[in-house]
């Protein structure tokens, strides 16, 4: 599972499947679909935005080792990766229609959110979303990310694309573009629990003065 993640963070442009067009468009969310993706996005915008809140400056810039990321650094990322994967999504759209994939279940969606969480399998990020501390505050980032994430959130209610039939080749199978958009909002929860990672650290500041002064 973790190729999956590889695949959606790769430099690389993304390889898509050529099919012919399918007979019937059978690929619009259904509303269970909608329902679990919005469900996620949530979920994951209401976690990450509280593992952020109310850090002082000494907290938000704090690093575990020379090699690790900052709580700062962590939000950047998440920041940045919410337009790249959601690009990737759109990516797919711009393909031929498929036939909708055995793989297209609800199962197969839940195993894709658990295994993009799965912080056991390390990945490195590709240069467009490698933080470069953009984000003084935790305020900042909190303000741009409810942005970009409020983006989403209103394309997936909305949309009646054929995201379920539109079909990118990684290296682990076929992926529609409804399931990237769920590793879009699992991305985000995986880095919201390397921030936890880092505020769980022995060394993480306790006290400080408050954010901003």
């Keep these: 599972m973790h190729k999956l993640l590889t695949l959606i ?6 390889v898509v499947v050529a099919a ?47 090699d690790r990321w900052s709580v700062a650094e962590c939000a950047e990322h998440i920041v940045k990766a919410e337009p790249y994967i959601f690009g990737a999504s759109q990516k797919f759209l711009q393909t031929p229609a498929v ?43 909190a303000q741009a990310f409810i942005a970009v994430r409020a983006k989403t959130i209103e394309y997936v209610k909305t949309t009646n694309d054929d995201l379920r039939t539109h079909v990118g080749q990684g290296p682990t199978g076929p992926m529609d573009a409804y399931q990237f958009l769920l590793l879009l909002s699992a991305h985000s929860a995986r880095h919201t629990e390397q921030i936890l990672e880092v505020e ?13 002064q």
Excluded: C
């Design 9 to 14: 963070l790769a430099a690389t442009p993304f």
């Design 20 to 66: 012919p067009q399918a007979e019937t468009t059978t690929g619009a969310m259904t509303d269970a679909e909608r329902s679990y993706l919005l469900a996620q996005l949530d979920e994951s915008k209401k976690n990450f935005l509280a593992s952020i809140e109310g850090l002082t400056l000494a907290q938000w810039k704090f690093k575990a080792g020379p």
């Design 99 to 141: 036939p909708r994939l055995a793989s297209a279940t609800a199962e197969v969606d839940e195993k894709i959110v658990a295994g993009v969480k799965d912080r056991s399998h390390k990945i490195k990020a590709p240069e467009p979303i490698v933080p470069a501390g953009i984000y003084a505050t935790p305020a900042d980032a």
């Design 200 to 212: 769980a650290d022995p060394n993480y500041p306790k006290t400080a003065t408050a954010t901003g």
